[in-house]
């Protein structure tokens, strides 16, 4: 670890066996969380209704929560739909957004976490707040933290047995025994809106083609970075860029893969 190989290995088996993966998702996102996961080789759908999703999490090969655009109606589904993909044994990602912030997130987002979950992403402010440290978070923004987030995140990995991935400058990936950073990326990610939210999806479409939870998220992360490396090349404005990022996922080559990777 890190092999590109390996790396490069999971990107073809997305695009051979195109899991379908179950998103319940941030409203103001949903349509770059579904291009993200097709450019990364995977099938996105987008099912919300109580009277669906367990039926939608049978079918599934990993189920994306994310609770940005979160009503109470939508944390019911979620939960029903956890509990489906727990019983099916499939990877459940949790990208608690704007944990901190307000009450009813940081409250839905711990129920969540409760209820079994396989990969907990969020800035270091939303992971510092659900690891029970002082942080600060505005909107949906990470304003800052007490302590080092790679501790904290550690420490909340152990205690819930999950994978922790904070994402930021240096996206840190723990499992609590394992901990990797990575560093590919680009700043015009942090001017779109949504970079965010398509790295969750991208981190579910590779759960649902790897057999180690750890790995995969590390991988994923690090080819959603080279895609953004990639696409800013050529890009002078954030929407261009926006538009080159999803092209640049569908593009990836084992060459990139070898090249760019950053991880440590």
Request: aromatic letters at 4%; one cysteine or more.
């Amino acid at each position: 670890m890190p092999d590109a190989k390996e790396m490069y290995g999971l990107i073809l088996k997305m695009r051979e066996r195109r899991p379908l993966i179950h998103h319940i998702t941030n409203w103001v996102t949903i349509y770059d969380c579904a291009q993200i996961t097709r450019a990364a080789g995977a099938l996105p759908v987008m099912a919300h209704a109580k009277e669906e999703v367990e039926e939608m999490a049978s079918l599934a090969s990993a189920l994306v929560i994310n609770i940005g655009t979160l009503t109470p109606e939508l944390i019911e589904s979620a939960i029903l739909a956890q509990k489906k993909a727990n019983e099916m044994g499939i990877p459940v990602v949790l990208d608690a957004v704007g944990a901190g912030a307000t009450r009813l997130r940081t409250e839905s987002a711990v129920r969540i976490m409760n209820s079994g979950i396989s990969v907990l992403k969020g800035n270091y402010g939303e992971i510092a707040t659900l690891a029970g440290s002082n942080a600060e978070v505005r909107g949906v923004e990470s304003m800052g933290l007490e302590g080092e987030i790679e501790e904290i995140a550690e420490k909340l990995a152990v205690e819930r047995n999950f994978v922790v991935a904070a994402t930021g400058k240096e996206d840190i990936v723990t499992d609590g025994k394992r901990t990797a950073k990575v560093l590919n990326g680009h700043e015009l990610m942090g001017a779109v809106v949504g970079t965010g939210c398509m790295a969750t999806s991208v981190i579910g479409s590779f759960l649902a083609v790897s057999g180690d939870v750890f790995s995969g998220t590390v991988y994923a992360l690090s080819a959603y970075g080279i895609a953004g490396e990639m696409a800013a090349r050529n890009s002078k404005a954030p929407m261009e860029f926006k538009h080159r990022l999803m092209d640049s996922m569908a593009l990836i080559s084992e060459k990139d893969c070898e090249r760019m990777r950053v991880i440590s």
